[in-house]
T-cell receptor, first 114, second 113 residues
Framework: KAGVTQTPRYLIKTRGQQVTLSCSPISGHRSVSWYQQTPGQGLQFLFEYFSETQRNKGNFPGRFSGRQFSNSRSEMNVSTLELGDSALYLC?????????????FGEGSRLTVL | QKEVEQDPGPLSVPEGAIVSLNCTYSNSAFQYFMWYRQYSRKGPELLMYTYSSGNKEDGRFTAQVDKSSKYISLFIRDSQPSDSATYLCAMSTGTGGGNKLTFGTGTQLKVEL
């Protein structure tokens, strides 16, 4: 069974640009969550989508947005990139959307902002 | 103060030792408790998942949850060099909170030969 797939794995952008990251969940999983991981703050919740609807949103500025498609694939977008957005962005999928399900993470997209 | 506190380590132990990792938390609404292992430059891998208080064992790993003390632990028996990684505790309230996990900062573990 294929795991969570994230693309691209690595990318470099400059300040002011925007970036789109993609996540394909495990087959059959309808919940997709996004997290930002930095050395200073650890893993922080960005948002969660379930059946194409955003269910929860973390404490991040509006520059961070996402969406989920009918096949459960998800994308997140960061506009007007800042140096502080450099991080590992992780996607996780779950069979259940109730919080009772286990989350399975992809290997992440490592974003460097110059 | 963070909702979930975890000693960052690093923790260094000899091969074969019993390792104890733990987290404390402040939000009494947390009901689901997880431990993830993360190798360098990889995504977190789910190790243990427990609901409410109690113990759960899986091979060399034992997870304990004490909701009255707001304290969770992960024990690794007969530790191996391949266990060297960062261990993250995570928690969720479930239901209305959906799959939003709150993580500890992670404990870096090194098991030496």
């Amino acid at each position: 069974k294929a795991g969570v797939t994230q693309t691209p794995r690595y990318l470099i952008k400059t300040r002011g640009q925007q970036v789109t990251l993609s996540c394909s969940p495990i087959s059959g999983h309808r919940s997709v969550s996004w997290y930002q991981q930095t050395p200073g703050q650890g893993l922080q919740f960005l948002f969660e989508y379930f059946s194409e609807t955003q269910r929860n949103k973390g404490n991040f500025p509006g520059r961070f947005s996402g969406r989920q498609f009918s096949n459960s694939r998800s994308e997140m977008n960061v506009s007007t990139l800042e140096l502080g957005d450099s991080a590992l962005y992780l996607c996780a999928s779950s069979l259940k959307g109730s919080g009772a399900g286990e989350l399975f993470f992809g290997e992440g997209s490592r974003l460097t902002v110059l | 103060q963070k909702e979930v506190e975890q000693d960052p380590g690093p923790l260094s132990v000899p091969e074969g030792a019993i390792v104890s990792l733990n987290c404390t938390y402040s939000n009494s609404a947390f009901q689901y408790f997880m431990w993830y292992r993360q190798y360098s430059r990889k995504g977190p891998e789910l190790l243990m998942y427990t609901y409410s208080s109690g113990n759960k064992e899986d091979g060399r790993f034992t997870a304990q949850v004490d909701k009255s003390s707001k304290y969770i632990s992960l024990f690794i028996r007969d530790s191996q060099p391949s266990d060297s990684a960062t261990y993250l505790c995570a928690m969720s309230t479930g239901t209305g909170g959906g799959n939003k996990l709150t993580f500890g900062t992670g404990t870096q573990l090194k098991v030496e030969l």
